[in-house]
């Protein structure tokens, strides 16, 4: 069993893609977003992302980002942020953090202690560098 899967285990039950706002995203993520849809980069801008100043996001609908329906519909080429979450280098900053985010996502081993779910994203981090889920 891959070290990932000891600690995550994705369930696509899209909580983390509600809200109002959602992840900002840099000039990888868009150039990723529109190559997964097959459109261009200005397509994509025009028909899913929203600027604020240098801020750059995807819209939200109906309280969701606009890619989520059953499912990311740009799960290829999501956005770095979204690929990272929820094993995010905060859960490694104190048992409150991951306390609010494992009880947000369902995909989350809660069966194992805080210090061992520590150990493996520590070592996942050492082996990867990064995290993508």
């Known amino acids: 069993m ?3 899967e000891k600690i995550f285990t994705c369930t696509r039950c899209g909580f983390c893609c509600q809200g109002e ?7 990888n993520d ?3 977003m529109a ?3 097959q ?4 397509e994509l801008e025009g028909l899913f992302l929203r600027r604020t100043a240098d801020i750059v996001q ?3 609908e109906k309280g969701h980002c606009i890619f989520y329906r059953d499912g990311c519909l740009v799960h290829d080429g999501r956005p770095w942020r979204c690929a990272q979450w929820p094993l995010v280098p905060a859960l490694l900053n104190g048992e409150d953090n991951y306390r609010i985010i494992s009880g947000s996502c369902p995909g989350i081993n809660t069966d194992i202690s805080y210090e061992q779910f520590c150990s493996l994203l520590k070592q ?3 082996l990867h560098g990064t995290v993508i889920c």
């Open 58 to 60: 995807m819209k939200t």
């Open 35 to 37: 190559a997964s849809l």
């Open 39 to 42: 459109i261009s980069e200005e």
């Open 2 to 4: 891959e070290v990932i």
């Open 30 to 32: 868009r150039k990723r």
């Open 21 to 27: 706002t959602t992840v900002s995203l840099d000039q």
């Open 124 to 126: 996942y981090y050492r």
